[in-house]
Antibody
Framework: QVQLQESGPGLEKPSQTLSLTCTVSGGSITSGGYYWTWIRQHPGKGLEWLAYIYDSGTTYRNPSLRSRVSISVDTSKNHFSLNLSSVTAADTAVYYC????????????WGQGALVTVSS | QSVLTQPPSVSGAPGQRVTISCTGNSSNIGAGYDVHWYQQLPGTAPRLLIYGNINRPSGVPDRFSGSKSGTSASLAITGLQAEDEAEYHCQSYDKSLSGYVVFGGGTKLTVL
């Protein structure tokens, strides 16, 4: 049973770069052809897809955030990461990592979520 | 606002049946992309409830069912139980702007 766990600072200053890591346990990040994904949820709001990475390096990002979002994978550490640059208070949210079997599939495994607050 | 439209809230008494709608357009649900549903209990991560419009992952009770028609999809919950009180989200894929994953705004289910 694969498990995902987000880690990273819970507080970020405006204009800085938010960095989070999702560690995958119970299976290799390179097996199964999965899409490894970041999703966020603003307080009291719906879910927003940010980006995914697959085939150990092919990425796709939400068009509305493309200029600020990057996603990468470190297969040696079995984790993948999110960077979101030039953050503002509007980026305060719970950030989830998740897994799916394809670009339009459902997300069958989720991390517990990491709250990131952007504040000076 | 969200690309997919859900009612903000629905409610029902224990034992009743409720449905939650998810409305899209010709670029997403209407283009043939599957709809998936999630249940999110307070303070927890979403859990996949229905995938591929109608399929339940193992462990999901058959009280939960999904359907899709045209540019919309629905989640039905029969035999409502107190433990079903949660936020429900729909998800699909949109082919515009080179394609991206889209969600509904979420629906809060209250069991009266």
């Amino acid at each position: 049973q694969v498990q995902l766990q987000e880690s990273g600072p819970g507080l970020e200053k405006p204009s800085q770069t938010l960095s989070l890591t999702c560690t995958v346990s119970g299976g290799s990040i390179t097996s199964g052809g999965y899409y490894w994904t970041w999703i966020r949820q603003h307080p009291g709001k719906g879910l927003e897809w940010l980006a995914y990475i697959y085939d150990s390096g092919t990425t796709y990002r939400n068009p509305s955030l493309r200029s600020r979002v990057s996603i990468s994978v470190d297969t040696s550490k079995n984790h993948f990461s999110l960077n979101l640059s030039s953050v503002t208070a509007a980026d305060t949210a719970v950030y989830y990592c998740a897994r799916s079997r394809g670009y339009s599939w459902g997300f069958d495994s989720w991390g517990q979520g990491a709250l990131v607050t952007v504040s000076s | 606002q969200s690309v997919l439209t859900q009612p903000p809230s629905v409610s029902g008494a224990p034992g009743q049946r409720v449905t939650i709608s998810c409305t899209g357009n010709s670029s997403n649900i209407g283009a043939g992309y599957d709809v998936h549903w999630y249940q999110q209990l307070p303070g927890t991560a979403p859990r996949l409830l229905i995938y591929g419009n109608i399929n339940r992952p193992s462990g999901v009770p058959d009280r939960f069912s999904g359907s899709k028609s045209g540019t919309s999809a629905s989640l039905a919950i029969t035999g409502l139980q107190a433990e079903d009180e949660a936020e429900y989200h729909c998800q699909s894929y949109d082919k515009s702007l080179s394609g991206y994953v889209v969600f509904g705004g979420g629906t809060k289910l209250t069991v009266l």
